[in-house]
């Protein structure tokens, strides 16, 4: 493969949390660090691909070489996605939160003595994995996303895989025994329509690079 596998192709990453507004001062959101799809979004810029990375609030650095789009809610991170198509490749590592609420409050909310604490409807988020994934005429050539399990690691992935309609599914292990969690190495299976690929414990660094490798040795041979 020549050095920069990837130039002239366009890559669009989700990487971080999501952060979904209760009123003015208030949000729900999660612990993502964004480490593995910034990491996935360097690596893809260094092969020379035009990347564009659409990133909830985190606290990593801009990868070099990359168009950061920053964004809070799961609508937003949607809009951002949409805005960024057409692309070769779609890598969705952004953990989005399951819900957002259901009607955003205009002012924040009072506490008044005596009354009881007020109860947040939630509804549910747009999937932006599903949903570039069914984007029809302008559905990326390769759409990655990622399945954390506890159990039945490959099982569920694959299941995954065909609910979600994407191409590709890393799955990893993140059962406290297997010390992914809050860890600095993963361990990967990749799920593909040809089967499953079980890659050796890792750096996500060093994911991040085999992925943008497997990816170009996969556009360059369609
Ligand atoms: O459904 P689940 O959250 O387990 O799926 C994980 C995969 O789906 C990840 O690739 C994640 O980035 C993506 N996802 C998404 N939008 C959502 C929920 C998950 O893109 N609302």
């Not at 690596?43 to 990133?55: F, H, I, M, P, Q």
């Not at 005596?114 to 947040?120: D, E, R, T």
Request: net charge neutral.
């Amino acid at each position: 493969l020549p050095h920069q596998p990837l130039l002239g192709r366009r890559a669009l990453v989700t990487s971080g949390p999501t952060r979904e507004a209760i009123d003015p001062v208030r949000y729900i959101s999660n612990h993502s660090s964004g480490r593995q799809g910034h990491a996935i979004a360097a690596a893809l810029a260094r092969l020379g691909a035009d990347v564009t990375l659409v990133s909830g609030p985190v606290s990593q650095l801009d990868p070099a070489g990359v168009r950061v789009v920053k964004v809070e809610s799961a609508d937003q991170m949607l809009s951002a996605c949409q805005a960024a198509l057409p692309v070769d490749v779609a890598i969705c590592a952004a953990a989005v939160a399951d819900w957002k609420l259901a009607r955003l409050a205009g002012s924040k909310l009072k506490k008044s003595p005596g009354a009881p604490p007020p109860s947040l409807e939630l509804v549910p988020n747009p999937d932006i994995l599903a949903t570039l994934s069914a984007a029809g005429n302008s559905r990326p050539r390769l759409v990655v996303g990622f399945a954390a399990e506890t159990e039945e690691v490959v099982a569920n992935a694959v299941a995954k895989r065909a609910r979600k309609g994407c191409d590709w599914i890393l799955a990893n292990d993140v059962s406290p025994a297997s010390g992914t969690f809050g860890g600095e190495n993963n361990t990967i299976h990749l799920v593909t329509a040809d089967g499953v690929e079980d890659w050796p414990t890792q750096s996500k660094d060093a994911v991040a690079a085999r992925l943008a490798a497997r990816i170009a040795q996969h556009l360059t041979a369609i």
